[in-house]
């Protein structure tokens, strides 16, 4: 099949590595394209307001995706017309404003932390008073790896948040006294077969994550199962096609839902080299309405964000279980441009990963 | 780096989709391009007598190498002064010529059948009285897949044979009572590290590879030192760097050469899937300099070659444990199209596996 991916970037490009093989070719839209996928299929670009260069560029292709969630949910459904778009585009209108999105969850019966709208000063004042201070400020809408986001504890800093976030509709959070943040990465396929991976921990650096462990240790099975059962509902609700991922705190031994990103997920990349099927191959079997490959682990796997500067690839490639993936961009501060993974990680090893990814940042 | 490939099939198709995530790219030269690398690289077709040609191809790249030990070793040489070209152009002579083939692993002090070289259809015949009948008769150069070959019982078939061979130059062997055919790959790196896969036991079917399992069950340690000697001494006899895969007959619990291929080998395909690193990305990190990866298998696995026809994928990929690779090529009988690789096989999958495959042919 021909696969049109909306969006050019590193899950573009771990997408197309894991498609080939089963004998796909692809296509990517983007406004800007990255060179992560330079080489990999044709590449378009032009704005996503563009419907007719959209309709001419999926118009070849057999199955729509997208790897990333802030594709405009018009250009989403205008291809949806012409062609099968997976995830479906609901999912999309979903997870694009964080108001939508908690008020689903809540809808499924899925806890989130305490939250109200606001879209004006006022409003956020008046929500800071009725959860309490501290609180998280976020944008409703095109946050991610930490931006678009505030901590809020008094009057003063509501007003500068407001003004610092650009005075656009927000969404006003408790703050959850959470012990870690979990990831739950499932599939759905077309004829409604789900599997879910083990849940990945995650840690993050400045917002922005840095190390996801898979599977998550400690994790009682009853808390497993909470995942599942969160992850399923999403899914059916839905009637959704591809990879999903819900990022979670764990809370006094409870789930409490964060977000959801429609898409495969950079909690996941550890999937390609400790699962026996990636996250990748199951989003592009589920889409091509393959049956799904399996989820199990293989091994204990700790997966390394590569952020701003590549570091010493031949020092890491030196140490036993060690994957390098790197995404073909320039490095630039902030950036994603690879990540390590680590395979049965020991200590030590696990150390001397740290260091020389921290190293080079 | 840019790579640039001499070959462009399914080889080249699973190196470049292992270089790619360590952020390398790729060319490809071949006097008849293959779909394989369609979409992988930048490709250019010429014959391997154009020089020029391939020197202006050779120019943007940072180290070449090849996917097929047919390359003629005067395009290799013509390379080797440009460009570093690996594995070393000795490496091409070497395997070219059963006969000098032969003779070399016997410097070495490595057990192969007993041979004679055949110029006529009296050598031949002098050859089969010498060794004894039956013998196995070869073209000395440019067979593969049980082309280019005869078992010859008298002096009739002798006389056949040197006919429908070509009235070429011949190798005339023993036949060796092998319990069964097994094959090493391992990986010498720039600075003379080298390692070693598990050994594969390879089943043949009409003269091609049927299924690779590996790690070869029942092998004593003895045999795995064995086989790893024999691929150490021709390693460091021709400072090797890449891969080199070595087929071998167990006879009496003993190992006998039968060739040696100076690349990635069908019988390591399954390390994709059950190696920490497999073939492809081990020959990449050896020609670029890199560290080698680990060669540990995380699970058995049985690979299975699909010649000719694509089976039906919608039931190989519902089968636990299975992985499909497609190499985008027309299906044609007796073209090697994709493998399918098992982990972890049961009995049970492992036979479901056998009859799609085998039925699609």
Redesign the interface.
């Known amino acids: 099949m021909k696969i049109g991916v909306l969006g050019s970037g590193q899950l573009g490009?771990m997408l197309a590595?894991a498609g080939?093989?089963?004998?796909h070719?692809?296509a990517f839209y983007d406004a800007v394209l990255s060179p992560s996928t330079r080489?990999?299929?044709e590449r378009c670009s032009g704005p996503f307001s563009d419907i007719a260069q959209l309709r001419a560029f999926a118009a070849p292709c057999d199955v729509i995706t997208y790897e990333f969630e802030n594709v405009p949910c018009q250009a989403a459904a205008a291809l949806a017309a012409l062609k099968p778009v997976y995830p479906p585009p609901r999912a999309l209108e979903v997870s694009q404003d964080r108001v939508v999105e908690k008020e689903f969850f809540r809808s499924l019966g899925i806890s989130t932390p305490a939250f109200r709208a606001a879209s004006s000063a006022e409003d956020l004042l008046l929500a800071l008073q009725e959860l309490g201070t501290p609180c998280i400020v976020k944008t409703r809408r095109m946050g991610y790896d930490g931006k678009g986001q505030a901590r809020v504890s008094s009057r003063e800093e509501a007003a500068r948040a407001w003004e610092e976030l650009g005075s656009v509709p927000l969404i006003v959070e408790a703050l959850v006294p959470f012990s870690r943040e979990l990831s739950v990465i499932a599939v759905r396929s077309t004829d409604g077969q789900a599997r879910t991976y083990p849940l990945a921990c995650n840690i993050h650096r400045s917002g922005i994550l840095h190390r996801s462990e898979i599977p998550a240790p400690r994790a009682p099975q009853k808390l497993i199962q909470e995942a599942h059962d969160i992850a399923a509902k999403i899914l059916n609700e839905l009637s959704y096609v591809g990879v999903l991922a819900v990022e979670l705190f764990e809370a006094g031994g409870r789930l409490v839902a964060n977000e959801m990103a429609p898409r495969v997920h950079n909690s996941g990349h550890a999937t390609i080299d400790c699962s026996?099927?990636s996250q990748f191959e199951n989003h592009i079997?589920a889409i091509t309405g393959?049956?799904l490959?399996?989820v199990v682990s293989?091994?204990p796997a700790v997966m390394y964000n590569v952020i701003g500067t590549?570091p010493d690839?031949?020092q890491l490639?030196?140490l036993?279980?060690?994957?390098?993936?790197?995404y073909?961009k320039e490095p630039r501060p902030g950036r994603k441009v690879?990540h390590i993974t680590l395979?049965s990680p020991s200590a030590e090893d696990a150390g001397a990963v740290e260091l020389l990814v921290r190293g080079a940042q």
């Open positions: 490009r590595l080939i093989p089963l004998g070719t692809f080489g990999l299929g026996v099927t079997r393959m049956p490959g399996s293989r091994a590549v690839t031949q490639a030196a036993p279980n060690v994957t390098v993936h790197l073909g690879g395979l």
